[in-house]
T-cell receptor, first 116, second 112 residues
């Protein structure tokens, strides 16, 4: 148990639709990152939110957007869904620190999205 | 651009033996390295990490080795147990940056 919860766990959408995925971060964690994991691949960084602002983005188009709320929970929104968007979407939370030990991120169990 | 590579998609070892999982990276800005374990239908679980100022970090049966000159790290599991069977992901990030890059994973099977 990492304390990171995601919803929904599974969903099916039609190409062209929009989807919103939700994440509650671990208590005390102020940073949320979203990852996409396609079958047979490692997680791919989508973006990160810190203090309700986007704080880094991977190689994903603008139709992938997000929000972070004052309680540090977060949403991932994907517009104009494409078949290739079918994947496991992982939320991860962490604490932004200046520690030399680096920032360990803790994942939720993910939301499986199928686009048909 | 695949900045973190795990070239072995699978590994099978006998219970009680050592499991060695390897990972290579290309970005010299990476300062922090982690291993995650993933069971089916679950999110990745943090296992062990190492910062670039060290070359070894040990936690129970798990040891991570970092060779900065070769841009290579490895995870040793001794002794391996059937419950260790999972997909292992290597990850790396620049210091104090959560833009973590993952390898494609290695599926470890530990046979009783």
């Amino acid at each position: 148990e990492t304390g990171v919860t995601q919803s929904p766990t599974h969903l099916i959408k039609t190409r062209g639709q929009q989807v919103t995925l939700r994440c509650s971060s671990q208590s005390g964690h102020n940073t949320v990152s979203w990852y996409q994991q396609a079958l047979g691949q490692g997680p791919q960084f989508i973006f990160q939110y810190y203090r309700e602002e986007e704080n880094g983005r991977g190689n994903f188009p603008p139709r992938f957007s997000g929000l972070q709320f004052p309680n540090y929970s977060s949403e991932l929104n994907v517009n104009a869904l494409e078949l290739d968007d079918s994947a496991l979407y992982l939320c991860a939370s962490s604490v932004a620190t200046q520690s030399l030990s680096g920032n360990t991120i803790y994942f939720g169990e993910g939301s499986w999205l199928t686009v048909v | 651009d695949q900045q973190v590579k795990q070239n072995s998609p699978s590994l099978s070892v006998q219970e009680g033996r050592i499991s060695i999982l390897n990972c290579d990276y290309t970005n010299s800005m990476f300062d922090y390295f982690l291993w995650y374990k993933k069971y089916p239908a679950e999110g990745p679980t943090f296992l062990i990490s190492i910062s670039s100022i060290k070359d070894k970090n040990e936690d129970g049966r798990f040891t991570v080795f970092l060779n900065k000159s070769a841009k290579h790290l490895s995870l040793h599991i001794v002794p391996s147990q059937p419950g260790d069977s999972a997909v292992y992901f290597c990850a790396a990030s620049p210091y104090n940056n959560n833009d973590m890059r993952f390898g494609a994973g290695t599926r470890l099977t530990v046979k009783p």
